[in-house]
């Protein structure tokens, strides 16, 4: 067990158990949250606790193998390893409003679409709540940067790892924690129907965004297995039911890939299908991925796409690329680093 796992109350308990008065607690926590590496570190503590927190429950930071930063606009993008020796990415992104992080939520990734590098090694583990905590907490003590946003974006499909995740929210979320805002939190699915209707039953004031990718079904199947399991129907109903109970605006993740999705016909497919269902795009130029033959649609079919969906009534804004001199594809540089260690 890893105390960083637990709620507040949680180790309350803990520490009880261990004779402890309860105030120990909210300490103990205090420092947990704030990027320690070792119990040391909690000078407020006797030193008898440290060595019985040390020797019981240790905490275990991940390690940065790599880190790159862009010259072109301060995107850090980080490596870390785990205690087991698995690494996950993680990204520091700087924008007007704030410092954002994208974390990983698994080690690789089962969902397998055609133009995503993190699912090239399939899935080796879900990730723990503290280890995505830690990806947080440490790349902003690292970075000496404030976090102020958070993307559950990079390596993994959040959702197929809910009960983790879920637990990770309600830390990060904490008012004697990090204490970031839900609606600072964008959660990404490539569409996961039954666990979207379990997410929308929690009601969080998170931005819930879906990996679309595709006007229709016969396309998305060619680039996101997972829409045999859950055709776009499905999902778009799914999206439906979602904003029904939380009035939360869908927001769907588009990459815009050459002559795949980004004719002038897609995005009028996509406004008949999504009329009535508030909704904005993110239009995502194409990462080049060295495995995969997809390309990314040009400037001109990016713009047009863009018109279109706005003379439908449909918000659509252009992702600005961010580190694209860093390896900035999401599982690129881990996949790099694994394949430079056989």
Known sequence: MNLKSLTIEELTQVLKDMGQ????????????????????????????????LAENYPIHPPQVVR????????TIKYLWQLSDGNCVETVLMRYHYGNTVCISTEVGCRMGCAFCASTLGGLVRRLEPFE????????????????????LMGIGEPLDNFDNVMRFLELVNSPKGMNISMRHISLSTCGLVPKIDELAKRKLQLTLSVSLHAPNDETRNKIMPVNKAYPSQE????????????????????????????????AKELLRRLKGLPAHFNLIPLNHVEESPL???SK???A????????????????RTLGGDIDASCGQLRRKYTQEQK
């Not at 047009?304 to 706005?310: A, P, V």
């Open 21 to 52: 008065p309860g105030f120990r607690a909210g300490q103990v926590y205090t420092w947990l949250h704030k990027g320690v590496r070792s119990y040391e570190e909690m000078t407020n503590l006797p030193k008898a606790l440290r060595d019985q």
């Open 67 to 74: 880190k790159q930063e862009s010259q072109r606009d301060g």
């Open 132 to 151: 995505m905590l830690d990806q947080v907490l440490f790349t902003q003590v690292d970075s000496g940067l404030p976090v102020s946003h958070i993307v």
């Open 235 to 266: 999902l778009l109903d799914a999206c439906r039911r979602y904003y029904a109970a939380t009035s939360r605006r869908i927001s769907f993740e588009y990459a815009m890939i050459d002559g795949v999705n980004d004719s002038e016909a897609d």
């Open 295 to 297: 390309k990314p649609s």
């Open 300 to 302: 001109a079919a990016v």
């Open 304 to 319: 047009r796409f863009q018109k279109t969906l706005e003379d439908g009534g449909v918000p659509a804004t252009v992702r």
